[in-house]
């Protein structure tokens, strides 16, 4: 407490000693740090930032708000351009005014906005109300209304009233999460400054916004976990696809198949309990994200599963560390599911049990990448089968085999759910290319393209195009803008790097627009039709080279960088304009700094001088001096 004390009386001291104040440039929209001259008051940073209006440009007069605010709102008006110093923690909440379900839902957002703050030297008062149909905090749906109005105006007496309208808990928490950006604390003088008068009308363009994380190549613990949560809902992502399961570990605890994770995890500590998993749901669900479970199969499952022999139901996984590797698998160590063992498909559907009964989300991703022929081809019992099926051992019979088994999983699936059509969710692979993806009924799966959108080298470009002719719904992945563990030194094979290289930038990141790609590639669907088609999209954290003392510095800022793309999907504009990364990158590195005050911390973007002078450092070309 003294220490807290003496930093407190410190911040409140150094802006009388401090040289320095803070300047808008109202012809660049920038605030930049300055000598203070003579007798010049002080101004800090954020009540600059939140001040500064340009004068020049087109939009005459545009809100300063959007340089402070991520992902960008989709409109916003009224602002006055002035702050005012307000005590956050000391907020006046007048609840819900349209009624009173989900009070306690409501009431719950409000005190998590006023931890992120400290106790501060206010000059007006702020009153804060909702006007929300349903605070009800359900699970997260497709047919979720993500959209909110936030209103912050001044009365007479100079207090600030903000409100914020939304028709769900999951609007509100939107609008409570930009209100939360619209009030800046400053460590200089110790005062939190709020705009005061503002409009912002706001709803995503994609429904389907996320990260796919993997914690089966290295565990995760729940903290870490939490953090990720913690960023993802700062950003106003609402999916977190968790890739449960791999060929290297399991560590989900099945409360009916318990030897899964006693055989699959990596140690009786490395594991996520019926218990921790609930406490992580809920921990999601508080801050509108939903959380999609993925069993990986029928490739990518080995240890685990290979406690069947000893329990009298045979192998149910084949190829398990087998070596050489490269024969049978993609990346050690290889295990594949033995899809003609019968004794499998109880198992997958209790698995399947367990998954529903752990998680909320009405979908299960499945799996379904990186089947390897040749691991199936040299198990004789596995060609013993296909051959009193009538199927040859050639590319087409092994696929009659994994659409065997397809099948067999989602039949499973409708029994778990008592569903006639589950929702599930499939990896692009071979049987999503050309005529074969017809062996997937279009309403029955979504498939996630992890595939190249720039290189048609192995079809990739070809495989998004075919699919989104015929009609199936896609969520993107595009492992050459979208995939986070590219661009680090190879672990496996030869080579100095890893296969997905080179590093993929926030900057590659942030332009990753679908919609500019499909009129690129002149795809034959209508802009209603992509619009219908493309759910949205994942960045994928794959981690056998991450864990949990680097996996923040390498999910943000690049999946931030996403979630803009996801929420606002701007046009592409010209270099500077919206739409651009180079507009994008002062409020990205200016959302970074405020994320890391927040307690999730991120890869540092640039120098802390350019925080403190907007627009500074542009993008020139660089004048090499030999």
């Keep these: 407490m003294i220490i807290l004390l003496s930093l407190l009386t410190l911040h409140s001291s150094v802006s009388g000693d401090f040289p320095y104040t803070w300047r808008c440039n109202t012809t660049a929209s920038a605030c930049t740090r300055q000598l203070k001259v003579d007798d010049e008051s002080f101004t800090p940073p954020s009540k600059c930032k939140l001040e500064c209006v340009s004068t020049a440009k087109e939009d005459k007069g545009a809100p300063s708000a959007t340089r402070v ?7 916003v008006s009224g602002n006055s351009g002035q702050a005012s110093a307000v005590n956050m923690r000391d907020l006046s909440y007048n609840g819900n005014t349209q009624n009173n379900v989900g009070a306690s839902e409501l009431d719950d957002l409000v005190e998590d906005l006023k931890l992120k703050y400290s106790h501060s030297d206010a000059d007006v008062e702020l009153n804060f109300s909702f006007d929300v149909e349903n605070g009800t905090l359900i699970d ?5 209304d993500e959209s909110y109005e936030l209103t912050i105006s001044t009365d007479e007496e ?5 409100k914020v309208k939304a028709a769900s808990y999951f609007g509100a928490h939107h609008g409570v999460e930009t209100l939360s950006q619209l009030a800046l604390s400053d460590t200089v003088d110790n005062r939190t400054y709020i705009v005061n008068s503002i409009k912002i009308v706001d709803s995503p363009y994609y429904s389907w916004r996320g990260l796919s994380l993997d914690t089966s190549r290295n565990y995760i613990s729940t903290p870490v976990i939490k953090k990720i949560l913690d960023g993802l809902a700062a950003a106003k992502m609402n999916t977190l696809h968790w890739h449960l399961s791999d060929s290297h570990s399991f560590p ?11 055989y699959g995890a990596y140690l009786p500590d490395k594991t996520y309990t019926p218990e921790t998993v609930k406490d992580i749901v809920t921990y999601a669900k508080k801050r509108g994200i939903r959380i999609v479970p993925e069993l990986d199969a029928p490739a990518h499952a080995g240890y685990g599963w290979q406690w069947g022999k000893a329990a009298g139901k045979g192998d149910l996984v084949v190829c398990v560390g087998k070596e050489p590797w490269t024969d049978y698998c993609l990346e050690p160590p290889c295990g594949q599911m033995n899809v003609a063992n019968e004794e499998l498909y109880p198992v997958l559907k209790d698995i399947y049990q367990d998954l529903k009964d752990s998680f909320p989300s009405e979908w299960l991703h499945m799996g379904g990448d990186e089947v390897n022929f040749d691991c199936w081809k040299s198990e004789t019992s ?6 009193s099926k009538g199927w040859s051992s050639d590319v087409g019979g092994f696929m009659k085999l994994w659409d065997y088994y397809q099948q067999r999983a989602y039949e499973q699936l409708k029994e778990v759910t008592s569903e006639d059509k589950p929702k599930a969710i499939l990896w692009s692979s071979r049987m999503t290319t050309g005529e074969e993806i017809l062996l997937l009924n279009k309403e029955n799966y979504v498939i996630q393209f ?3 959108t720039e290189d048609d080298t192995e079809g990739h470009v070809t495989q998004l195009k075919n699919m989104l002719e015929k009609g199936y719904k896609v969520i993107m992945s595009n492992h050459n ?6 661009g680090f030194g190879a672990w496996v094979g030869a080579g100095p790097n890893n296969w997905c290289s080179p590093f993929k930038s926030w900057h590659q990141v942030y332009m990753s627009d679908t919609r500019e790609w499909i009129k690129e590639q002149e795809v034959d669907i209508t802009e209603a039709k992509a619009k219908e088609l493309i759910l949205g999209g994942e960045t994928a954290m794959w981690t056998e080279q991450t864990s949990d003392s680097d996996i923040l510095y390498k999910v943000f800022p690049r999946t931030w960088a996403y979630a803009e793309r996801l929420w606002s999907n701007p046009a592409k504009g010209k270099a500077g304009e919206v739409g651009s990364w180079e507009e994008a990158e002062e409020r990205l590195s200016h959302f970074a700094s405020l994320m890391k005050s927040r307690g999730v911390p991120s890869n540092t973007m640039k120098p802390e001088y350019c925080l403190q002078n907007d627009g500074s450092v542009f993008y020139q070309k660089v004048k090499v001096v030999p």
Excluded: H, Q
């Design 450 to 452: 992890w595939g190249s």
């Design 382 to 387: 596995i060609i013993d089968f296909m051959e």
């Design 481 to 486: 803008e979208l995939y986070l563990d590219c």
């Design 140 to 144: 997260f749906t497709d047919t979720a």
């Design 252 to 262: 989900f605890v099945s409360k009916t198949v318990p030897k899964m994770s006693e």
């Design 69 to 75: 605010l991520w992902p960008r709102p989709k409109e």
């Design 158 to 162: 100079g207090n600030v009233n903000a």
